[in-house]
Every structure is written in structure tokens, then in C-alpha cells.
């Protein structure tokens, strides 16, 4: 896991525009309510930001004023917990749920449809819950903003909510009383699903080891297993002390006038007065001496048996109050822990004693008094103590010899960088830096000055001692210092089954007669409310006219150089370069496609013979943005089972290091050293822990690219490259002793790619920056190979032929991912429109409150591929698989009873362009014609039939690419999770018991 620079980094690497300010405020001044605390201009971030109080309650505000059109609003509370029943997560969901303005259910999911807002959310952390929104749109902003305040201030939070959003004892089938009890609810699954990811357990259980007698010491989100002890008066108890005015954060943000935020908020506050802010204690009381905890995790069957387990040192720093101290610590965490050239990295990761950092590696400012860890995954228990004391010397030997000043330099030219960097979503980046601070006392305009910081880091480091007072302070000499160990435990994720049918069988021994009664009726009574048909005339919407008929215009200019075809996009980029080059892929065999991920890798992590890629990773620090390589695989806009293969390389730089850049890409292209195999070992085994890991959280995404891959080409070699089959390849490989065949295949493709006639180019930059990027990128064509020098005799004349079938993965988590994926059209082929508004209505009306409002699973829906031409259906964190598979199989059937109105067409085309029309970062401009060939005209094209859509088209698709291929099981699915009895071969399911795979050959 890379750390960060914090705030200074993730912020500043987000964009800038001209800087304007339209505030004329002063500290003092009143104005809609409102008292003016400060007014600060941000010279390096190009905003002025403006700081007032609510006179009558005492909520802050925080407004940056920036020339920016995607304006932002959030309203945040304090909420720290004393139980882990998870109750400020459970809110946050029924909040959502109606309220007195707008008392229909869901009016939250209802706006995603009319309105079409960039971003729409909410988020509870580990103190404070937050609800976010961005639009473009004034009427819009209006619209969510209204919505939004209502749910909060005066939300209906009624029982039978609280109970399909928290948790309920609920019949089997709620219709049938003979049908066992069982435990259901949104929050109670998706928090199964949550602590099924043993990244996520690792840092919540260090968390709560580390900060005992505080709120930290509890899980906000909420532990399963004590989430069914909230009852619903605690959950309005807990409304009615926290969701006040006065423990609340307003923030707002883009060029939509302050005046009117205030004015519009102000009307919502009235009636308000001054209210006491609970009291949770959230400061932690240091300790005397060092303290060790062990706890346990599931075994994971496709890791290394005896490499699992995680262990990391903790140690207890600053107050998030210093808001200097907490940029120098995070300088501090950069320095020890990240890029090839850092010292733990050198230590831990290139020695092999684990795979990659533990979860909580790194700097937390998230918490009131802030916290340190470094730590491992990956690691033999043996090697359980040899870790620690690595780390601990490391630090030591750190303390003594200093950082070279090369790091420190290139990490304030990553902090330069950054300032420049444009990017769509700043004013969710600034939101999301500064609250976490705010909520604990922090000015959050501190937290933005970053050149102030920095200004006295440079003073402060001529007088010597800088990081080695703070090493010695935080590090060496810290009693508050947690070893924390987790172990797998083979009998883990049975226990907690067990755990549950416990919990569960004395919660229904305890029921009286009444209370069974009570079950069986809101069982009924919610399957009613959720069939229910609204009226929700009383919720605002855009209309159809809102959307602009036009596609906006990205001016590119196509030209060659050394006959190499190059796209340029000339722009102000406030002095930035973007590069980006794809090197279409000469045909390969499958076996050899499966190692591609891994040499893209490579280039960025052997280094060369003559130098260490520690010395290349401070170049490419130093002179550049970061630089990547990842494969990429682009369906053809007129025909799906027609694809383009290849490899990605991007970068960005200031214009002054253009030379600098393309020299460092040009050195890895000829020079990186294959023959190195303790670091590829080293990146093996980091590639195939972190692929597994992420299985837990995005599962249901392999699921979809395996059910996928048996029905285009394209999505075969998305699996190969990305996959469950790429997960389970690089767990063999890292597996295997002897890698020399790897090393030998990477030398094969690396001779075989990377040419100068496969290669196309885009560069986006300012008019002032091309003739420097013409010269040197002439140097870096001319520096290729002009053809491939190896040649690959895998010509198939047989066409991709579909597969359809049905898989299962089985893997120890508490809830499962599903997905059934139908082939569809190509971007260019009219049904095309017709089927991504068919698949926005289907979830809209009927998956979400199926899958999501009854099965109690965390998400599930449907959604077209416009680009790779596949009709998905998919669960996410879902207790109830099997049933979601025949809701995929019944929601066909519905498409063609039901009826659709003009309004509901009209709100799937809203939602759909959100993302057709979100705003983009400079660097991805013209980058949908340069990746996949879609042209201005097509994109103009789409954006006229997706206008156009009828019912009619509606009907006609869904039986021509739903109902038809259903009749005839012409789909493939794929399911990831816990095993049942009716998940067998006999049952037509291929199980693959892939963990096998790493068991020691």
C-alpha cells in the first residue's frame, strides 16, 4: 500500500483553473444570518476561502469560492459512537429513506434519476457522517440541496425503514410463517460483507486496540455482531442528540454565489436555537509502555497457507490540531514508506519477508489524536519477530543517517505538481481533505494552505534535526506503541456462522407469541409498502429539455511524426505535458496474454543493469507526475467480437522536464532487467496478495468479467488479463520456486512489443509546450524498434464462438456477489441506446427493490455496456444469491408487463447522462476517440438515439436481447461466496476450487 503526502498531495495533485475571486467579505460582517469568521485568498489552489457561523446555532460553514462550474454542497454531523450497534451508519441509511417535505420512500435513490448531478452520496466515517452532492445545474443544486436538508433535519425514520435499512428477524419468505426466522437488513449484510474483507477487519481491529476508552474503540459502521441489539428508539434518540444545527459543517463549493447558499440554508435553520454537542471522549490517554495484541481472520484458500499472516507497529503522534505537525508527519511517512527508494520498502518488501504493507500502513490524520503504522501482509509466522525488529532498525538507522535531500526534494515537486494538475472532482477532494479535520477542531483553511507549510519546512530543515526530533519523539521513544498481529484461523468463518445461528436462536427463544405475531405482520407490511406504487409528484426533477441536444466538443488535431500517428490536445493545462502512447499487441497466444499485467508491472518495478529502480523511482519523482503501464483492450465500436489489444503507457510532467520524461520511459522500454528475479519475485508476490484482496470489496465485478468472458472476445481477454483467472495465475506464480520460464516469457513479449509501427500517441498540452514535445517525441520513436522481433505463429481462422454457463466460486465470505451477463450491440448499432435506458429502468423500478429492499442484499441492479456491447445483471454483497438469480430471470418477464411513463423514460435518460455529461480532467480529453476510435460524430450519434427512446424500443429490445436468449440459456453467470447444497455440479454449476492452486506443488 503506497502512503501518501495527505492532504498536501491529494489535494494538490487535484486541478486549478484562472483564479478569480468574487468574494468581498471581511472577518465581522453579517450577512443572511450568517457571522463572517475569516476570509482567506489560496494564492496555490486558486480559490478564496470564506469561513462564517450560523448566529441562532452555532453550524459552521466553510465555502470555497473558485471558478469552477461543479459546484458542490455537503452537510455533515458530528456523530462518535460508544456501542458497536453501528447506529450513525443505520441512520445514514434511513435518513435517506422519506421525510416530512418529501415523504416518499427512497427519495435519495429517486433524485439519482431526476437530476443529473455529478456525484450524489453519503458517508459515514468513524466520527462524523457526511451527505455530499455536485452538480453543474443551478435548478439541480436548488433541487438535491432541498432534498438533502429535509432528510436530515426532518427525516420520517419510521419503524418498518429502520428495519429493511438496519436489520429485522424477518420469516424466510415473509409471506409464509412456516419458512424459518433469519436475520435481515441492508446495513447487517453489507457489514458481513465489510469485515469479510480481511484488509478492512486488519484496520478496524488495529483501530480499536489502539484507541481504548474512546469512540474510536468502537466500529461506526457497526459489527454484525452487535448490530442487532439497536433498536429503533436508540436510532431516533440518536437522530434527535446529533442531527442539530449547531453539531453540524456546511460546506460549499464552485462559482454558484455564497449568498444565495446562506440564504437558502438560513431558511432551513429557522426555528433553530443553541444546542449542547454530545460528548464522546475521543482523545486517547498514552500509555506507559508498549502493548501487544493478537487477533484472527479468515483463511484465505487462494494465498499461500503459511503466508497470511499480517502484523504491524503502531504508534500514537500528533494532535490533529497542529495542522504543521501533521504535514510534517505525513513528509515523515512518505519518506519512510513510499516507492522503491524508501527504506521499509527496501527492507520489508524487496526482502521477501512479506508481499506488501499492511492496510494501515502509513500516516492517519483520520482520528482526533492522530497515529503512525507501519506493518506487513503476506508474512510466514515465523518471520513474526524478525519483521519487528527490521522495522525497528530501519527507524533507528533512519534516525542516524538522515533522508537524501533528492527525496525530499522530489516529494515537494510532486506537491508542485499537483497544484497544477486539473482535475473534474476538486471540490470533492478539498471536502473530503479537510472534514475529517474539521470535525475535530481543525481550521479547515489551515489544512489548504499548503505553501505556508511548506514555506516553514524549507526554513525549518536548514536548521538541521528536522525528521530526527520527530523520529526520536514519535517513533523510538513512544511507550503509546501497539504491536498488532493477525492470524489466519481455518475455523474462523465457520465460528462466526456459528456465532450468528447462536445470536439468532436465542433472540427467537426469547419471542413471545405477540412478538411472532408482530414478525410475521411487518414482514407482510414491508413487502407491501415496498410494492407499492408512489405518487412522487412532490420530489423536484429536471425535465428531458435540461439535457443539451449537442455533445460538447473536444477540438483535437491528428497528425504524424516518424509515420507514428499522434493526437493532439492543445488546451491550458497550466503547464503540464499529458502523454499517453498505446502499442497495439501482434497476436499472442493465451498462455503467453496471461503474463502481460506482469511485464507492464515490470517496466515500473526491476529497474535496469545499470541502475536500481530505487535510482529510477527518484527520477521518475523528480521529473515527472508518475508514470504507468497497464494492458488495455478496446472492443470495436461497430462490431463486438472485433478487438484491439495492447499496452498503455502514461505520464505527465511540467513542461520544463518534457525531455526528462520521455528519456526515463524510453530507458525502461530497452533497458529493464528481466534477469532480476528476486524483485520480480518480490513484484509476484505483491501483485497476486493485492488481487486477492481485492476480491472482498469488488467481487462483484470479477463476477461479471468471468460470466462475461465465455461471450466476447473482448471480455475473454479482460478475465485473462484481470480476472479470476489473472488472480489465480499470479497465486501460482507465486507459488513457484523456480520462476526462470517467467523470466523468459517476459523477455519474449518485450521483444515482440513496443515497436514504433504499433505504436499511436496523444499529447495534450499548452500551445507554448508542442514544439518541445515534437522534438523530444521524435527522439522517443526513433529510439524503438521498427518492426517486432519475435513472431508468433497463433493465427486462429475460427471466429470467437459464445459459451454459456454457469460458475461458482467458493470463498470465505459471509454474503456473496452475483452476475448473469447476455451479449448485447455494438456502441455504433441503434439498439444500443435503447438497451442502456432498458437497463437503467429495470434497476430502477424493480432490481433495487427487489434484490436490494427485500433480499436485503448491499446493491444489485442492471447495466448496459455501451462500449463492450454486455447486458449485466449483478449483486453485490448479497445474502441470497440464488434467489437474485431468479429475480434476474423474473425482472425480464416484468419488463414486458409493465408499462412505463413518459416520466420514468425521461428520469433514465437524466440518470444516464450524469456520466454522459460529467465533467472531465484535462488529461482524459479526447481520450474516448484515442483509446477506443469513438468518434465526435458517433458519441453525437448515441447522444441523439439514448434522446430518442421510446417504449416501444424499450419493449422491442428487451425481448429481442433478454426474453429471447433467456428462453434458450443463451447467458452465462457467475457466482463468488459462501457454498450451498444447491450449488453443485449435478445442478449444472462448474465449481472452481481455484484455492488449490496455491497449495505447495
Not at 119 to 148: H, W
Not at 257 to 281: D, T
Not at 571 to 581: D, S
Amino acid at each position: 500500500m503506497s502512503t501518501q503526502l495527505g492532504l498536501a498531495s491529494r489535494i494538490l495533485r487535484k486541478g486549478v483553473r484562472n483564479y478569480s475571486s468574487k468574494a468581498i467579505l471581511a472577518p465581522g460582517q453579517k450577512i443572511q444570518g450568517y457571522k463572517v469568521q475569516q476570509v482567506r485568498k489560496v494564492p496555490e489552489l486558486e480559490l478564496t476561502a470564506i469561513t462564517l457561523q450560523h448566529e441562532a446555532t452555532g453550524a459552521q460553514h466553510l465555502h470555497i469560492d473558485r471558478e469552477d462550474s461543479n459546484n458542490v454542497f455537503a452537510v455533515g454531523f458530528h456523530t462518535p459512537v460508544s456501542n458497536d450497534t453501528g447506529v450513525p451508519h443505520i441512520l445514514e441509511h434511513t435518513t435517506l429513506c422519506g421525510s416530512e417535505k418529501y415523504p416518499v420512500r427512497d427519495p435519495f435513490f429517486k433524485m439519482l434519476n431526476r437530476s443529473l448531478a455529478t456525484f450524489m452520496n453519503a458517508f459515514t466515517a468513524s466520527d462524523y457522517t457526511i451527505y455530499p452532492f455536485a452538480t453543474t445545474n443551478p435548478v439541480d443544486y436548488a433541487n438535491l440541496r432541498d432534498v438533502y436538508m429535509d432528510a436530515v433535519f426532518h427525516p420520517k425514520l419510521d419503524r418498518l425503514d429502520f428495519k429493511q435499512e438496519g436489520w429485522r428477524l424477518e420469516h424466510e419468505v415473509p409471506t409464509d410463517t412456516s419458512t424459518p426466522i433469519q436475520f435481515k437488513g441492508v446495513v447487517y449484510n453489507e457489514m458481513k460483507g465489510q469485515t469479510s474483507d480481511a484488509n478492512y477487519l486488519y484496520y478496524v481491529r488495529m483501530q480499536q486496540a489502539m484507541f481504548p476508552g474512546t469512540t474510536y474503540e468502537y466500529c461506526s459502521g457497526g459489527d454484525p455482531k452487535y448490530i442487532t441489539d439497536l433498536t429503533h428508539q436508540q436510532l431516533l434518540d440518536f437522530h434527535t442528540k446529533h442531527y442539530h444545527p449547531s453539531n453540524a459543517r456546511f460546506y460549499t463549493y464552485g462559482n454558484f454565489p455564497l449568498e444565495k447558499h446562506l440564504a437558502a440554508i438560513g431558511e432551513r435553520l429557522e426555528g433553530y436555537k443553541k444546542s449542547e454537542v454530545p460528548f464522546v471522549n475521543k482523545v486517547a490517554i498514552p500509555w506507559n509502555g508498549p502493548k501487544s495484541v493478537e487477533s484472527t481472520c479468515a483463511l484465505d484458500p487462494m494465498s499461500p497457507a503459511d503466508r497470511q499472516t499480517k502484523l504491524s507497529l503502531s504508534y500514537l503522534t500528533n494532535e490533529s490540531t497542529d495542522t504543521f505537525e501533521t504535514f510534517s508527519m505525513r513528509l515523515l511517512s512518505y519518506l519512510l514508506l513510499d516507492g522503491h527508494a524508501s527504506p521499509m520498502y527496501k527492507a520489508l518488501i524487496d526482502t521477501n519477508l512479506g508481499s506488501e504493507f499492511s492496510s494501515n500502513t502509513g500516516y492517519d490524520n483520520s482520528t482526533s489524536t492522530s497515529s503512525m503504522s507501519i506493518g506487513l501482509q503476506g508474512v510466514k509466522d515465523s518471520d513474526v519477530e524478525k519483521v519487528r525488529d527490521t522495522i525497528k532498525t530501519v527507524i533507528e538507522k533512519a534516525k542516524e543517517e538522515g533522508f537524501d535531500p533528492k527525496r525530499i526534494e522530489a516529494a515537494i515537486h510532486q506537491m508542485e505538481l499537483g497544484q497544477k494538475h486539473k482535475t473534474a472532482d476538486f471540490g470533492l477532494t478539498i471536502m473530503h481533505g479537510v472534514t475529517s479535520g474539521w470535525f475535530n477542531g481543525v481550521d479547515p483553511v489551515d489544512l489548504l494552505e499548503i505553501n505556508k507549510n511548506l514555506d516553514r519546512l524549507k526554513s525549518e530543515l536548514k536548521e538541521g534535526n528536522f525528521f530526527e526530533s520527530r523520529i526520536d519523539k514519535y517513533l523510538l521513544n513512544n511507550p503509546h506503541t501497539l504491536s498488532f498481529v493477525m492470524r489466519p484461523d481455518e475455523n474462523y468463518t465457520s465460528d462466526l456462522i456459528k456465532e450468528e445461528q447462536t445470536r439468532l436462536a436465542g433472540k427467537v427463544e426469547k419471542l413471545t407469541k405477540e412478538d411472532k405475531e408482530v414478525i410475521a405482520k411487518d414482514g407482510k407490511d414491508l413487502l407491501t409498502s415496498q410494492d407499492k406504487q408512489e405518487d412522487l409528484s412532490c420530489l423536484p426533477t429536471l425535465q428531458l429539455s435540461d439535457i443539451a441536444l449537442k455533445a460538447k466538443h473536444t477540438v483535437l488535431e491528428h497528425t504524424g511524426l516518424c509515420n507514428t500517428p499522434v493526437q493532439w490536445r492543445t488546451t491550458a493545462t497550466n503547464g503540464l505535458t499529458y502523454f499517453r502512447a498505446i502499442s497495439t499487441l501482434p497476436s499472442l497466444p493465451d498462455d503467453l496474454k496471461m503474463y502481460l499485467p506482469l511485464f507492464c508491472d515490470a517496466l515500473l518495478s526491476l529497474g535496469t543493469r545499470q541502475q536500481s529502480m530505487a535510482e529510477i523511482d527518484e527520477e521518475i519523482r523528480l521529473y515527472t507526475g508518475g508514470l504507468r503501464a497497464s494492458t488495455t483492450i478496446s472492443t470495436n465500436h461497430s462490431d463486438i467480437d472485433h478487438i484491439e489489444e495492447g499496452i498503455a503507457l502514461v505520464g505527465n510532467c511540467l513542461d520544463r522536464n518534457i525531455d526528462k520524461m520521455y528519456t526515463i520511459l524510453s530507458k525502461l522500454i530497452h533497458e529493464t532487467n528481466f534477469d532480476d528475479v528476486e524483485k520480480l519475485k518480490t513484484l509476484i508476490n505483491g501483485n497476486a496478495s493485492s488481487m486477492v484482496n481485492s476480491i472482498a470489496d469488488s467481487g462483484h465485478i470479477f463476477a461479471r468479467t468471468f460470466a462475461g468472458s465465455s461471450l466476447t472476445p473482448g471480455m475473454h481477454n479482460a478475465e485473462l488479463m484481470g480476472g479470476m483467472t489473472q488472480v489465480n495465475f499470479m497465486s501460482r506464480l507465486a507459488a513457484q520456486q523456480d520462476i526462470s520460464d517467467v523470466v523468459e516469457k517476459l523477455k519474449q513479449i518485450s521483444s515482440a512489443v513496443l515497436t514504433q509501427s504499433s505504436l499511436r500517441f496523444a499529447i495534450t498540452s499548452g500551445e507554448d509546450a508542442i514544439e518541445s514535445n515534437t522534438k523530444s517525441l521524435v527522439n522517443f520513436i526513433q529510439g524503438l524498434p521498427t518492426e517486432s522481433k519475435t513472431i508468433f505463429n497463433t493465427v486462429d481462422s475460427n471466429p470467437f464462438v459464445p459459451d454459456y454457463k454457469k460458475s461458482f466460486f467458493p470463498l470465505p465470505f459471509q454474503v456473496n456477489f452475483s452476475a448473469q451477463v447476455l451479449r448485447g450491440v455494438p456502441y455504433t448499432h441503434s439498439d444500443g441506446a435503447s438497451l442502456q435506458v432498458l437497463s437503467s429502468l429495470m434497476t430502477n423500478h424493480y432490481l433495487h427493490r427487489e434484490i436490494r429492499e427485500k433480499n436485503g442484499a448491499y446493491g444489485g441492479g442492471a447495466r448496459y455496456g455501451g462500449l463492450n456491447g454486455l447486458f449485466s445483471f449483478y449483486s453485490y454483497r448479497d445474502p441470497r444469491t440464488l434467489e437474485t438469480l431468479d429475480t434476474f430471470t423474473k425482472s425480464v418477464d416484468w419488463v414486458q408487463k409493465r408499462k412505463f411513463t413518459d416520466q420514468e423514460i425521461t428520469e433514465s435518460k437524466l440518470s444516464i447522462f450524469q456520466g454522459v455529461d460529467a465533467p472531465q480532467s484535462v488529461s482524459e480529453e479526447g481520450m474516448l476517440q484515442f483509446v477506443n476510435g469513438v468518434s465526435h460524430e458517433m458519441r453525437q450519434m448515441r447522444r441523439e438515439a439514448l434522446l430518442k427512446v421510446t417504449q416501444d424500443d424499450i419493449k422491442r429490445v428487451a425481448q429481442e436481447y433478454l426474453e429471447k436468449p433467456v428462453v434458450e440459456n443463451r447467458f452465462s453467470t457467475a457466482l463468488l461466496g459462501e457454498s450451498t447444497d444447491r450449488i453443485a455440479a449435478e445442478n449444472g454449476w462448474h465449481i472452481n476450487q481455484w484455492g488449490e492452486a496455491v497449495k505447495k506443488e
